[in-house]
């Protein structure tokens, strides 16, 4: 029947059904339109706070422009008849007048560095020059206290690299022939090994040394060995040359003590021992285990300490920024250098290389870093996957120290896959002075307690090396618990109870809990940013380069609960810190991450 046809009323009828039938499909689309529009963006949202987590993730990095720079020549200025700058191609500024007018404010009316020097090396730049800055841009130096400080080695920073070293590092012609004997017998006794293990028909003895060859002497930052001729003369405490030039020809006249150290070898017995018993010892931590940090962690009791993991093939290759994790702050007294390598000719060469330009008590060797890019690479935890290389790398490194050499590694790398009691005897055998234990795997991070009963095994293991045990020390009854339960370790290494409280190591020689104010945690934080602020400069790019740091340790810092507000002291490294009100609001502000 057609519409036509149709009554009047029976139309209106059908045509309301058909619109609000229409309606409903509409309305009920856009509905889920917008529920699926709302869930993407849920998971947008939630995916954006995951990207978000973690520390310093996409943050921009601070740059000042050189055009807006002051030129070296210029910062230190102590009187009119220094020189300015001479250099035609000079990028910097050099108008004094107008970096005066443009230079941002003053951060505060002393200088902390003038205050402990009475030199402060950043002259104009300091952004607290406001005392030692004279009229025409004059940096004033306290001649007395200057040489009071002077004559004071424990408030000095040691271990900067030299020019000439970085110099001959950038060219490949540092004398490396400690090292390279060194590795020349390894070889040959690698060979000799293979051969008798060819003769004897012990096929699967010859595949290991041949891997552990192979492994040795190619991957991760080979560098190639210069020839003795190309190599410069600057190595370690040796006889000062003279060149004198005779005809046409030159001779080499040695002035000085004939050293015999290079022919004699020392003996074992002879060799700097360390005693490593009851020692607290700070664990060196990565970004977060500067020497500000350390200096706090020392003036709180820490017995030994040890650099930020420092790259071997960055060290072999003169990189300022690498070698400025070996720098030592003079109250150090017992210090490290950690290095990071999976190359027996790199981290051999290394540990010359370190011995000979640093002041340093032991070099450590990491065997735990569980960043998926070192362990990729067969450094870190990846050496526990390449036993005869990391036995090779101790061996070899032992051969040119004089100091004590110690390996730091974790359990294993998988979850419930421990390895390194195996490797106990060996790693004894090779040579380590020392052996420090992770109480817990690749794989499980921080997720899972640290395993005390483990490293006391391991520690039956080794001896008559010592071995200390790291992981979940946050007061000082967790330290007796991890005693009682691992008896044979010679001591604790301390990370994340240090980071969260560094007086921990006063709570452990006392034997208490000290529910240290809100104000003296506000001084310690005072302390951390004056002793930046000397280690890094007090210019722009210091004070930017300390507050970066002061965040990094702030980001642990907060979880510390006080003890006066514990319902059941102490707190628990593995416990989640409850939500609570602090006693001022000072004590609340600490206890805020945001």
């Not at 996957?385 to 004590?404: A, E, Q, T, Y």
């Not at 005072?526 to 002061?550: A, I, P």
Request: glycine share 8%; with cysteine; aromatic share 6%.
């Amino acid at each position: 029947m057609s519409n036509q046809s149709m009554p009047s009323d029976v139309q209106t009828s059908t045509s309301a059904s058909i619109n609000e039938s229409k309606l409903e499909s509409e309305t009920s689309n856009l509905v889920e339109g917008v529920q699926k529009r709302k869930c993407s963006e849920g998971k947008d949202e939630s995916r954006n706070k995951k990207r978000r987590r973690g520390m310093n993730k996409k943050r921009p990095t601070f740059r000042v422009k050189r055009e807006c720079q002051l030129c070296p020549q210029l910062v230190d200025r102590r009187s009119d008849s220094d020189p300015g700058c001479v250099l035609s191609t000079c990028k910097f500024t050099h108008d004094l007048t107008q970096y005066l007018a443009e230079k941002l404010p003053s951060l505060g009316d002393e200088c902390y560095v003038f205050k402990v020097r009475g030199h402060c090396p950043r002259g104009l730049t300091c952004r607290y020059s406001s005392k030692h800055i004279a009229d025409g841009g004059l940096n004033i130096m306290d001649e007395s206290l200057f040489a009071e400080w002077k004559s004071n080695r424990s408030l000095h920073t040691i271990n900067s690299l030299k020019h000439e070293v970085q110099r001959q590092l950038w060219k490949q012609t540092y004398d490396f022939e400690r090292a390279a004997k060194v590795i020349s017998r390894w070889n040959q006794d690698n060979q000799q090994k293979k051969d008798a293990a060819l003769e004897n028909g012990n096929d699967k003895v010859s595949v290991e040394l041949k891997e552990e060859g192979h492994a040795g002497n190619t991957g991760e930052g080979a560098i190639s060995v210069p020839d003795k001729d190309t190599c410069g003369q600057e190595n370690g405490p040796s006889s000062e040359v003279k060149m004198e030039t005779t005809g046409n020809s030159t001779v080499h006249v040695n002035v000085g003590p004939v050293l015999d150290s290079d022919i004699i070898k020392l003996r074992d017995e002879e060799k700097r021992k360390i005693d490593w018993r009851d020692k607290l010892f700070l664990s060196p931590l990565t970004t977060v285990g500067n020497l500000p940090f350390r200096r706090v962690c020392k003036e709180f009791g820490a017995d030994i300490t040890c650099g930020e993991m420092a790259m071997a093939t960055n060290l072999l290759q003169g990189k300022g920024q690498e070698w400025a994790l070996t720098k030592r702050h003079g109250s150090e007294d017992l210090f490290g250098v950690q290095v990071c390598g999976g190359n027996v000719h790199v981290m051999t060469r290394c540990a010359q290389l370190i011995q000979d330009q640093a002041e340093v008590d032991f070099i450590d060797i990491n065997v735990g870093c569980p960043i998926d890019l070192i362990y990729q690479q067969g450094a870190g935890s990846g050496l526990l996957n390449k036993k005869k290389v990391l036995f090779s790398i101790v061996k070899c490194m032992k051969g040119v120290l004089d100091i004590p050499l110690t390996v730091k590694t974790r359990m294993g790398v998988y979850s419930g896959k421990n390895v390194v009691h195996t490797y106990m005897g060996s790693l004894a055998e090779s040579g380590a002075d020392l052996i420090t234990i992770h109480g817990r795997t690749k794989e499980q991070r921080y997720t899972k307690l640290a395993d005390w009963d483990y490293i006391e095994q391991c520690a039956q293991l080794a001896k008559p090396t010592p071995v200390i045990g790291n992981g979940d020390i946050l007061s000082y009854e967790d330290f007796d618990a991890a005693r009682k339960r691992s008896p044979t370790s010679a001591s604790v290494m301390i990370g994340r109870g240090a980071l969260i409280k560094p007086w921990i190591f006063t709570e452990l020689k006392e034997r208490r809990h000290w529910d240290i104010s809100s104000q003296e945690r506000y001084q310690l934080l005072q302390r951390f940013t004056n002793y930046g602020l000397e280690h890094w400069g007090s210019d722009t790019k210091g004070v930017e380069t300390t507050r970066k740091f002061l965040l990094e340790w702030l980001s642990f810092l907060y979880r510390y609960v006080p003890v006066g507000l514990l319902e059941c002291p102490p707190q628990k490294m593995n416990e989640r810190p409850p939500k609570f009100e602090g006693r001022n609001e000072l004590e609340q502000l600490m206890a805020s991450h945001l």
